[in-house]
């Protein structure tokens, strides 16, 4: 069972940066891929960013990219999300998700555990 707790949310104005964590445990070999999701109220669950534990540069979203940068530090089981330069669109429950296939697509049902979750908030 992969268990996946995030932190680092928050309230920030435009312009700000704010940095996710995600600590996953169970076994790698379960989790071989990770991802970042977003949720806006009245909104659909978003994929944000993606990125394997085997290695290989992360992938993102059209919406993120120049902006947000994730990483991982293996020894610490735990992945992270830079978001530079916010923006009130970026406002939403962020989710960290693992699947358990090395390359998933990008929809919320290729993704079997999932975090609870974590408010950002960007102020204009």
């Known amino acids: 069972q992969v268990q996946l707790a995030e932190s680092g949310g928050g309230l920030v104005q435009a312009g700000d940066s704010l940095r996710l964590s995600c600590t996953a445990s169970g076994r790698a070999s379960s989790r071989p891929t990770m991802a970042w999701f977003r949720q806006a109220p009245g909104k659909g669950r978003e994929f944000v960013s993606g990125?394997?534990?085997?290695?290989?540069?992360?992938y993102y979203a059209d919406s993120v990219k120049g902006r947000f940068s994730a990483s991982r530090d293996d020894a610490k089981n735990t992945v992270y999300l830079q978001m530079d330069s916010l923006r009130p669109e970026d406002t939403a429950v962020y989710y960290c998700?693992?699947?358990?296939?090395?390359?998933?697509?990008?929809?919320?049902?290729?993704?079997?555990?999932w975090g609870q979750g974590t408010q950002v908030t960007v102020s204009s």
């Open positions: 998700a693992a699947a358990a296939i090395l390359y998933p697509g990008r929809a919320p049902g290729d993704y079997n555990s």
């Open positions: 990125m394997r534990w085997s290695g290989g540069r992360p």
